[in-house]
């Protein structure tokens, strides 16, 4: 079993720039791929990025020139670097992870985190 631990949300200000933190820890020996998503109240989750451990990303186009990910294999940990933050960005932020990457991209990875809220004051 694979746990997976966000962090990093919280209140910012319009313009502002959050970095969220996802580790894993457990059986994760395999796990190749790991992503960002969020979602918002009556609407699916969506795919913001993921990355693999060949560092190959993947961005929704929405977001790719505001948002970065990144990976610390060492730590087993996954960041997603948000900067130019506006209102619609507010959404609760979860971390996938999975052996294929193409299944993280789908978001149909076997592992998912509890979620941590982004707020984004206008």
């Known amino acids: 079993q694979v746990q997976l631990v966000e962090s990093g949300g919280g209140l910012v200000q319009a313009g502002g720039s959050l970095r969220l933190s996802c580790t894993a820890s457990?059986?994760?020996?395999?796990?190749?791929?790991m992503g960002w998503f969020r979602q918002t109240p009556g609407k699916p989750r969506e795919l913001l990025a993921a990355i693999n451990s060949r560092n190959i990303t993947i961005y929704y186009e929405l977001v790719k020139d505001r948002f970065t990910i990144s990976r610390d294999n060492a730590k087993s940990t996954v960041y997603l670097q948000m900067n130019s933050l506006k209102a619609e960005d507010t959404a609760v932020y979860y971390c996938?992870?999975?052996?294929?990457?193409?299944?993280?991209?789908?978001?149909?990875?076997?592992?998912w985190g509890q979620g941590t809220q982004v707020t984004v004051s206008s």
């Open positions: 457990g059986s994760i020996l395999g796990i190749n791929a």
């Open positions: 996938n992870a999975d052996p294929s990457l193409t299944r993280v991209r789908t978001g149909n990875g076997n592992y």
